[in-house]
């Protein structure tokens, strides 16, 4: 039994907790927020540095990394990768260095106090695939590579409930429509995709899977509810798309107009499409990995889906030394469902917008589409444009209409 002063860099605070590091290696609290490094073969701290505010009631290390809690209500999470390191140097310069190596790499505030912490290997996440939000957000879902399948509180940011499938990675979520548009009877539920081909249904109230779907041969990469939530649209890595009832699991139809090329991204909304001379209730489109997108409408009680438009975005030869282009990623306007925005590797990095009533590329009138009346009809406009253009500001000052009073300001 030994004992060793601590440093006089603690101003006489009190230790308030330790643990053990990587081989000899001590960490300790105090009641003044600071942490130390210690060596114990040689008993002497090696370093000090400011950890928190106030004392220091939690320490944790594992691996490379360690946990600090305090009564300020703060976790700490701290990467101690270079202190071994410099325990070498202290030992030869006999001194106590600051903790300028350690580096805060995340923080979380706490409603109280952190008395105690332990880390758990089984909620460790890994690679998050994809996030979605329910149609009233109040919650939101995570998937992740080694399989799991999180329902987190959006206000608290809480765990809910987690789904495990083993040896399966979860590449895809999404949430059932609003309640209103559901079938009599049902809930929110929340369909996953997984790499072997799968469709899994999950209610988050019960805890339980409600189905389990086997419309592909290879992994899943996309799946949406439709508009009113009849079937589920879900698509492969190999470019098939399957339309499945939900209700009893069977596949309902298979498209292969994508065949060959990666589902990127898909989308259902609710419109009628009397104005483009089809029957339906609903739109929704697809987007694959050779930068086309696929338009179509749908009567899904009827079983019926029309392909309404098919749109293709040139692009040069990719040379990226061995990585995957950007991901073509396509959508509805919010405003206007029958404007289709698109943006993926192309000539240029820019957003297209697509007119599916004109046919054709749709060049944004900002005055009628983003200004109210009065903005459009103000005294004075402030215009943003590029003083290396010359043509660029009268091109932005032809958006606007000007009175006899108007004057504009540029830098």
Not at 332 to 339: E, H, I, S
Request: charged share 20%; aromatic share 8%; net charge negative.
């Amino acid at each position: 039994f030994q004992r060793v002063a601590t440093p006089a860099g603690l101003g006489g605070a009190k230790l308030t907790s330790l643990c053990y590091g990587a081989g000899s290696l001590l960490f300790t609290g105090s009641g003044g927020g600071q942490a130390c490094a210690w060596d114990c073969l040689r008993q002497r701290c090696f370093m000090t540095w400011q950890a928190d505010e106030g004392e220091i009631g939690v320490l944790l290390c594992r691996g490379q990394r360690l946990l600090t809690g305090s009564n300020t209500r703060r976790l700490r999470l701290w990467g101690v990768a270079a202190v071994e390191a410099l325990r070498s140097e202290a030992q030869a310069s006999h001194t106590t260095h600051s903790g300028a190596c350690v580096i805060l790499e995340q923080e979380m505030v706490l409603d109280g106090a952190v008395v105690s912490a332990a880390f758990d290997e089984a909620l460790d996440m890994g690679i998050v695939n994809d996030v979605a939000f329910s149609a009233d957000e109040s919650h939101f879902a995570t998937c992740g590579e080694d399989g799991s399948l999180r329902v987190w509180s959006a206000p608290s940011r809480e765990l809910v409930v987690q789904f495990q499938v083993l040896n399966q990675g979860c590449s895809c979520v999404c949430w059932t429509p609003e309640p209103a548009t559901l079938p009599p009877g049902a809930g929110p539920c929340v369909a996953a995709g997984y790499s072997d081909g799968t469709l899994r249904i999950f209610r988050p109230a019960s805890g339980e899977m409600e189905r389990k779907l086997r419309p592909h041969g290879a992994p899943v990469t996309a799946v949406r509810y439709s508009a009113h939530g009849h079937v589920i649209l879900s698509a492969g890595k190999n470019g098939l798309l399957a339309v499945s009832n939900p209700d009893n699991g069977n596949t309902l139809r298979v498209l292969n107009d994508h065949k060959g090329a990666q589902i990127t991204s898909l989308q259902c909304v609710a419109k009628q499409y009397k104005q483009f001379g089809l029957e339906g209730n609903e739109m929704w489109l697809a987007a694959s990995s050779d930068r086309r997108v696929s338009v179509w409408a749908a009567d899904w009680p009827k079983i019926k889906c029309d392909l309404l438009d098919w749109l293709t975005f040139p692009a040069p030869a990719y040379n990226g030394d061995g990585e995957d282009p950007p991901p073509s990623l396509a959508a509805f306007c919010p405003t206007d469902p029958g404007l289709v925005v698109y943006t993926g590797y192309g000539v240029e990095k820019e957003i297209s917008f697509y007119s599916l009533a004109r046919k054709r590329l749709y060049e944004v009138d900002v005055e009628t589409e983003f200004l109210k009346a009065s903005h459009a009809s103000c005294d004075v406009a402030c215009l943003m444009y590029d003083a290396s253009d010359p043509q660029s500001f009268d091109y932005c000052a032809s958006i606007y209409k000007v009175c006899s009073r108007s004057s504009f300001t540029h830098q």
